[in-house]
């Protein structure tokens, strides 16, 4: 019973079998108590065999096409023209169960009913078989896709919560802040109309990180615009120590990805990588029509940071739940590089 419970789609196909060979020898079941005028000579050990024979029938048609047709995979797509085989075939093979029953019967002495009502019968039964099992196993397979859907749609939500959270630690937090307002401070010192720039950048900077992206992706165009605010207090900090290369196909500007994914790699980069006047660090982006690249030389930090190693991660998980894709992370000839599918 415990193996019954935990699989619930091999309960639900034994129930309907049960049902189903019941309900379809409910007429001879019925002439049992009459005078047996209908199906003459049937005896209650012939309806028995034939209610068993049914109930067998049936669960291995479910199983066909479970197996063939894999129904209880959500992912699989199952379109008219799969149903259409599908049912031809549970026709076609619970009509010759039947004529193997029949066989049985006549050569092994198997219980069965032999009235004549009851063959004409058979065509009807095989009909309603055919469409139960057929149906119940497309049922099945949208109740799992539906909630193969409710689930990815939830998982999605928490790694947006999750990433909101990341970003907002990455972004607004006081060593962020603290960084932002020295470099303002000695710009208003040094000059006013950079820091009034610094200040529009930064602004841009913040308003792209706390806005409301209910689609969970942006365009390639509007992530580079947020990068290049991004680059600038960056550059505005590191100066000449640290440099791009950034190299965008106007193709792929209309193509989409999980916002702040590149600046995420970015900001990787720049923690984990020694920025110096003896190490300046220089990180390319390169997008074509299908993907972006990140890359850097790896010049480790003497010292480095603790790393959750919580951004590839998230990065990669809402890649799959968004896209049906996965990030590429290499490391060669001592370049560190990332590679995001474009949509």
Known sequence: MKWLYLNKYQLIVICISVMVAFLTHLPE????????????GMRIADVINE???????????????????????????????QLLVSYILTWGMSSLLGKGFVYL??????????????????????????????????????SKKSRIVLLDNQQLRTENLINQYEALKSQINPHMLFNSLNTLYSLIRENS???????????????????????HSVSLEEEMKFVHSYIYLLKMRYEDNLNFSLQIEQEALPHRLPPMAIQMLIENAVKHNEISNRNPLLIYVQATANRVEVSNHLQPKLTTDSSTQIGLDN???????LFKQDIEVKTENECFTVILPLV
């Open 51 to 81: 209610v068993i024979f049914t109930f067998f029938s049936l669960l291995l048609l479910f199983y066909l096409n479970l197996k063939l047709f894999r129904f209880h995979l959500g992912m699989v797509h199952i379109g008219w023209k």
């Open 315 to 321: 990065l990669s998980k809402r890649y799959r739940l």
């Open 193 to 215: 109309d950079k820091a009034q720039h610094y200040v529009q950048e930064l602004s841009k900077v913040l308003r792209y990180t706390l806005q409301d992206n209910e689609s």
């Open 105 to 142: 019967h006549h050569y092994a002495n198997i219980p069965a009913i032999d009235a004549m009502l009851h063959h004409y019968l058979h065509p009807l039964r095989d009909f309603l078989i055919s469409s139960i099992v057929v149906g119940s196993c497309h049922l099945m397979h949208l």
């Open 29 to 40: 079941m019925i002439a049992l108590s009459g005078d047996g005028s209908l199906f003459p």
